[in-house]
Nanobody, 115 residues
Framework: VQLVESGGGLVQPGGSLRLSCATS????????MDWYRQAPGKEREWVAV????????NYADSVKGRFTISRDNAKNTVDLQMNSLKPEDTAVYYC?????????WGQGTQVTVSS
């Protein structure tokens, strides 16, 4: 199982970024996919989830209305569109899935929101 995030970077407050996670090694369209993030000195926190058929999504209150999670089951990818970014969104962002009872993680991609 492999998860590889991309798309992070430095952005000014109010800006946008789109993160992508490429996956392999499991039946992608059978599993819900999550995004998490971890800010310096803080616990890793859940950000968003999308079910396998894209028929259900949910978001942490801190990002609701600003972030959108989506997936492409043909390409085995899951994206996170982040708009109206705030300095408090600065963190390493991870995609994740619980595959056969085990939570698996990518290596993360850094998002820094700063002027």
């Amino acid at each position: 199982v492999q998860l590889v995030e991309s798309g992070g970077g430095l952005v000014q407050p109010g800006g946008s970024l789109r993160l992508s996670c490429a996956t392999s090694g499991f039946t992608f369209n059978s599993y819900a996919m999550d995004w998490y993030r971890q800010a310096p000195g803080k616990e890793r926190e859940w950000v968003a989830v999308i079910q396998s058929a894209s028929d259900y999504t949910n978001y942490a209150d801190s990002v609701k209305g600003r972030f959108t999670i989506s997936r492409d089951n043909a390409k085995n990818t899951v994206d996170l569109q982040m708009n109206s970014l705030k300095p408090e969104d600065t963190a390493v962002y991870y995609c994740s899935a619980r595959v056969q009872g085990r939570r698996v993680w990518g290596q993360g991609t850094q998002v820094t929101v700063s002027s």
